[in-house]
């Protein structure tokens, strides 16, 4: 046994490694030379003291309790750390192992040992730790028997454990059920394949009582024989990243909504018509739709910025289009105020927003408003209305492209009134000309019939002068005669309408001209619509030309007998005014 010892110490002096002797109260006795090559401390200095006389402040307490154990009842030891210190010496990090020297009576006399110094391996054991320590995944390291041999803080946080509660335990005992069961499943194809298994997802609830989910990874440490001797795990807290992948989904879907929805109204007929109130009908139904809003309107301000009246107010629930709802400018000046702005309205909490808390007992509590977002109109650069999305129920967030939807339809429902007025401008410009061709055709044409009529108008007075004496024959004359001058008063008012005749205003008394022309009216309006006359006894007299007079009554009465495709009475008053 002798000769072992020596040789040991031959190999261990060897290697950078030194032997010492223990006594049975556990002093040293013996210590080889290479302690002091490494310590810088000679053998001697060490004898007669315990290895608790040289242990360093740093010491794990419960480590060394268990050595102390180990040491009272004779038991052989392996591998344990711990920090030195004394003789002047650099304090150093030592790994020692020991067993027990038993006498020929079988009773005990002390230990011999091995011991190397591993300050090196430490520092950058601690170091590595301090380097785990900072970093916010989950860093744990398992024996092969899936004993945790070492956590970082962020562990032992998560679990709300020391790492005394942790180390030496399996994930079954501090993680039980399903995601245990989960864990222990990896680990077993990670030590079967000896690779790394693919990463899982799970959800953990923390100590803050919320779901966290976790991508799991797992790698395997192999020892000199190719077996698994550690289980390397890394969990990596994935909630806020699935929390913004679920938000950026959610963004790209209501983009998406949102651009189908603004392609399909701008392909809407009505926007390319002319009637305005299906146009409105197609925006609201749309916001409805694609915001998720209770309620969707359009509404048009007027000239003097005084009051808006909705033109169309769409109910989702009840699919029921309204309108006709007057609101006041005195009686909501913030919200008028912040539409004369130009910016888009985003009362996320209606009842309180500056801008709508006027609305809150009037109009918001009775229809169980809780959020608005309006968007105003503006044609041609003026502001001409507001569009109007209202949330039911509680506040209501508004995002970013919820405000730019808004916004576009508004800019929509502009660009449409825009086109209906240009095409209106064109259809008048288009008229114009057309009344000026035909204006141009009659003008020429009652210019030869005037010519004429003058030539026959001055005929029947010779011929008059000849039937001087006969009653009968000048009475015919006369007649003729009369017609020939209402022929000439029409053409003049034909070359009055192709500006080839200049007018002639006079004093004109309009109840006369009323009077005569009831006669003449009665064939134009047919038997279903009566005439009535109301004429003030002192009208003044107007200076106008008769003849564009009467032209204007013959119209006014035509454009009345068109509206009463029924039939009714024509009533033509007479007054100052």
Request: proline share 4%.
């Amino acid at each position: 046994e002798q000769d072992l010892w020596v040789s040991g110490n031959c190999v261990a002096e060897a290697s950078g490694d030194w032997q010492w002797e223990m006594d049975r109260d556990l002093r040293f006795t013996y210590m080889s030379a290479n302690a002091e090559r490494v310590l810088g401390v000679p053998p001697e200095w060490h004898y007669g003291k315990t290895r608790r006389d040289l242990l360093g402040s740093n010491y794990d307490p419960a480590l060394w309790d268990e050595h102390q154990r180990m040491l009272d009842a004779h038991l052989p030891f392996r591998d344990f750390v711990y920090p030195r210190v004394g003789g002047g010496a650099e304090p150093r990090w030592l790994r020692t192992s020991g067993v027990p020297v038993l006498g020929a009576d079988g009773c005990f006399q002390g230990y011999r040992g091995v011991a190397r110094d591993i300050t090196a391996e430490v520092e950058a054991d601690r170091a590595l730790r301090a380097l785990l320590d900072v970093v916010p995944n989950l860093i744990t390291v398992k024996d092969a028997a899936g004993r945790f041999v070492m956590v970082n803080r962020a562990s032992t946080a998560f679990h709300g454990k020391s790492p005394a509660e942790m180390l030496g335990k399996r994930t079954g005992e501090l993680l039980p059920g399903e995601i245990g069961q989960v864990m222990d499943e990896m680990e077993a194809r990670l030590i079967e394949s000896r690779a790394p298994v693919e990463p899982r997802e799970i959800s953990l609830v923390g100590p803050d009582g919320r779901a966290h989910q976790w991508l799991v990874a797992k790698v395997p440490f192999l020892g000199p024989d190719g077996a698994v001797q550690r289980i390397i795990t890394s969990s990596t807290d994935i909630t806020e990243q699935k929390a913004s992948q679920a938000r950026l989904e959610a963004i790209a879907d209501r983009l998406h909504r949102q651009n189908q929805a603004l392609e399909s109204l701008t392909r809407n007929e009505a926007l390319a018509g002319d009637d305005t109130g299906a146009m409105f009908r197609a925006a609201t139904e749309t916001l409805v739709a694609t915001l998720g809003v209770g309620r969707a309107s359009v509404w048009r301000l007027t000239a003097d910025w005084n009051e808006i009246v909705s033109v169309d107010l769409f109910e989702g629930n009840e699919r029921r289009h309204g309108a006709g709802i007057r609101l006041m400018a005195r009686d909501y000046p913030a919200y008028f105020t912040a539409l004369g702005d130009g910016r888009v309205i985003d009362a996320e909490d209606a009842h309180t927003d500056p801008r709508t808390r006027e609305f809150s007992v009037n109009y918001l509590t009775p229809l169980g408003i809780g959020a608005m977002l309006d968007a105003p109109i503006r044609v041609a650069g003026v502001l001409q209305g507001v569009v109007c999305c209202e949330h039911l129920g509680s506040a209501r967030r508004w995002e970013d492209d919820e405000r730019s939807f808004t916004a576009a339809v508004a800019d929509l429902l502009a660009l449409a009134q825009e086109s209906a007025e240009r095409r209106k401008t064109e259809s008048r410009f288009l008229q114009a000309q057309k009344m000026e061709a035909l204006g141009q055709l009659t003008g020429g044409m009652a210019h030869d019939f005037n010519n004429l009529l003058g030539v026959i108008i001055g005929n029947l007075d010779l011929l008059s002068e000849d039937l001087s004496g006969s009653p009968a024959g000048l009475a015919r004359i006369e007649a003729v005669i009369g017609a020939a001058e209402r022929g000439a008063r029409l053409i003049q008012q034909l070359l009055a309408f192709s500006r080839s005749q200049a007018l002639q205003p006079v004093a004109v008394d309009v109840g006369a001209t009323v009077t005569k022309l009831r006669g003449m009216l009665a064939p134009l309006l047919g038997e279903t619509i009566e005439i009535a006359t109301r004429i003030a006894a002192d009208v003044w007299l107007c200076r106008v030309d008769p003849g564009q007079l009467e032209a204007a009554i013959v119209n006014l009465a035509g454009n009345a007998r068109d509206a009463m495709p029924r039939g009714g009475t024509l009533t033509v008053t007479v007054e100052n005014v």
